[in-house]
């Protein structure tokens, strides 16, 4: 075939990439226009109407299928360029390759189809309902980081690495030209083969779906919530298209007693019609909700995959005897992932940089946790030994019990159960290691908060008795609140180790009481979302909490529970029908307050038929 025919099918091959490259921009501007809507209605602004985005959707599904069919007529115009060049078409700059091998029109055609950019790729495949596929919106990308093409530069890009290859090689000098075979990085004007960003889509989906796929990670447990969430959202659409059936059908005279009169009859559409605005209004928060975790999830579900594309290559491109080429090709991967990564997740690239699994922004201040503490002015109290000096100490130990395997905590739960028996029956000292894990673990060993007193406080003991919340924020801000006359701090007393605690106070100064209260909710209680459709509780896990917070739930707990904390200890928390003689305790208590009260209680005819000790009713 003669030149002149093979520049015709070369400038037929540039014009329908223009156009690919035009609808490409066309389906960028629809999905800004609906998202510029969603803006709108969020801010609850004008132009944000039904029909708005109904139009909106409508240009979007249009922009994406003409963009498909110039898609398929460019990869149709390169092969038949391909086929047809008898004599390689020489572009500026580039070097002439003698025989080269023969092409497969099939497999080159179809590596050469763009990609979609990172604005335009769905975070995550793991919810076709809610999102399109991964390669539904290809589309050029101008962002990709620069590769150099010089063949003695690390960066050189000749044939994707062994282990990625999906296609036959297409030598420079046969490939055609331009930005079908390229992509120009923004800045520098690099070049980046499209077959190595095709690699690099490859093994980012396959990262997500191993995330996806595996059966104790969290993005399980993020589906079970998402459908809590489609279930409320379709309960409430159900409720709204219910009333509004309702509503039309009264509107016509359907439904409606024949024995009401007009004014009953208006005063009934009027609160139907209130029932369906509230309705909606559920609906709307339901479907806010749902996108809102979402989108959530699915920015998560792409850093973490970045994150694993990139230790890969990272790993690949240093192993210790590869090639030049293949190297430069690992690490062109290795940009590629950077750079999306940078605009996904900023703050995980910087975590993968410094060799962590995650970093948290620097705080604007460093709490320096300390073992003085002042006392009046200037003078130093003694050292405080043993115990956790940092909120990070008590979550390492915790961790440790979390990464155990079943088994494991079931050895720990015995060995701690057997030393709390040791304790109350023959006073044998708990080791210390053990002592500390039991304080900072929710479920080891439960009853050391709920058996007595004297059991309590000695697992609250370090050196001194000390509160959970100043056993692990020892520092002199935290040390130097107290009550006094124009303030309630939830601290009785200044902390003091030289001298004997006050009577009914621990040594850093707060209420025995309190602190007791603290640690048996710390090891009873857990609370679940307020979501009606997911059933998950959680409970303190390291947290502690402040002394004055810890006085207001104290206070509140005793005068609406009517219980002490001698009660709590005697109802023997944990065991059988516990929660039994609770009620039936407070039930008396209330009786016996009302009967003081002058209030008569039918059925209850005085004291005599309670017989209250120690917290348990006969």
């Known amino acids: 075939m003669n030149s002149n025919n093979a520049e015709a099918l070369l400038e037929e091959e540039n014009l329908a990439r223009r ?3 035009e609808a490409a921009h066309a389906v960028t501007s629809a999905e800004d226009h609906l998202e510029n809507l969603k803006l709108l209605k969020k801010k609850r602004r004008a132009g944000a109407t039904k029909f708005a985005f109904e139009k909106a959707e409508e240009a979007h599904a249009k922009a994406l299928k003409e963009h498909e069919e110039l898609v398929q007529i460019h990869a149709l115009k390169e092969a038949a360029l391909v086929m047809a060049q008898q004599v390689p078409v020489i572009a500026p700059g580039a070097q002439i390759v003698s025989d080269p091998p023969a092409l497969n029109t099939a497999n080159n055609a179809s590596s050469t189809i763009p990609l979609p950019p990172a604005s335009v790729h769905v975070p995550c495949s793991m919810f076709p309902s809610s999102q399109g596929n991964m390669d539904t919106s290809p589309s050029f990308d101008a962002s990709i980081p620069p590769i150099s093409p010089d063949a003695m530069n690390i960066d050189t890009h000749e044939v994707p690495p062994p282990a990625l290859a999906s296609g036959p ?8 030209m331009g930005m079908s075979d390229v992509n120009m990085h923004q800045d520098t004007g690099n070049e980046v083969s499209l077959d ?3 690699e690099f889509r490859k093994l980012l989906e396959l990262s997500e779906k191993q995330l996806m796929n595996d059966p104790s990670g969290v993005y399980r447990e993020y589906i079970s919530v998402l459908d809590g969430y489609e279930a409320t959202a379709a309960s409430h659409r159900s409720e709204l298209h219910r009333l509004e059936g309702l ?12 024995t009401y009169d007009k004014l009953s009859a208006d005063r009934m559409l009027k609160e139907a019609t209130h029932s369906m605005g509230e309705a909606r209004d559920k609906l709307e928060q339901a479907e806010k909700q749902y996108k809102e975790f979402l989108n959530s999830v699915q920015v998560d579900c792409r850093s973490s995959a970045l994150r694993e594309v990139l230790q890969l290559t990272q790993d690949q491109m240093t192993t210790k005897g590869v090639g030049v080429v293949e190297a430069g090709k690992w690490k062109g991967l290795f940009h590629l992932a950077e750079d999306e990564l940078r605009e996904v997740d900023e703050q995980a690239l910087f975590a993968f940089r410094l060799g962590v699994s995650n970093v948290e922004p620097p705080p604007k201040k460093k709490m320096k946790g300390t073992q003085k503490a002042k006392k009046g002015k200037g003078e130093k109290v003694g050292k405080v030994d043993n115990g956790d000096k940092k909120p990070t100490e008590a979550l390492a130990v915790r961790e440790q019990w979390i990464e155990m395997s079943p088994e494991e905590q079931a050895k720990l739960q015995d060995a701690a159960e057997a030393a709390i028996d040791r304790y109350l029956t023959s006073g044998t000292a708990i080791e210390p290691s053990l002592k500390r894990k039991i304080r900072e673990i929710v479920d080891l060993a439960p009853r050391a908060g709920t058996t007595s007193r004297e059991l309590s406080l000695y697992i609250l003991e370090r050196t001194y008795q000390i509160c959970r919340h100043h056993g692990r924020y020892r ?3 935290s040390f130097a609140k107290h009550d006094t006359v124009i303030s309630i701090e939830g601290v009785g007393y200044r902390k ?10 621990l040594d850093c100064g707060c209420s025995i009481e309190l602190a007791l209260f603290d640690f048996f909710w710390f090891k009873t209680w857990s609370v679940g979302l307020s979501h009606p459709n997911v059933t998950i509780r959680e409970d303190l896990k390291c947290d502690t909490i402040p002394p004055r917070l810890r006085s207001f739930f104290a206070e509140a707990y005793k005068f609406i529970g009517m219980v002490t904390l001698d009660d709590l200890f005697a109802l023997k928390w944990g065991t059988e029908g516990c929660h039994n003689r609770l009620r039936l305790l407070q039930i008396a208590r209330m009786t016996e307050y009302l009967q003081l009260q002058g209030v008569s209680v039918p059925g209850f005819l005085g004291e005599q038929e309670y017989e209250v000790d120690a917290g348990v009713v006969a």
């Open 247 to 258: 509503l039309n059908d009264w509107g016509m005279g359907k439904g409606i007693p024949a």
């Open 169 to 176: 090689v297409i030598p420079e000098s046969v490939a055609p």
């Open 19 to 21: 156009k690919v490259v």
């Open 475 to 477: 520092t002199e801000d």
């Open 496 to 505: 003091d180790y030289t001298c004997r605690a006050a009577e009914g106070h």
């Open 196 to 198: 190595l960003e095709r």
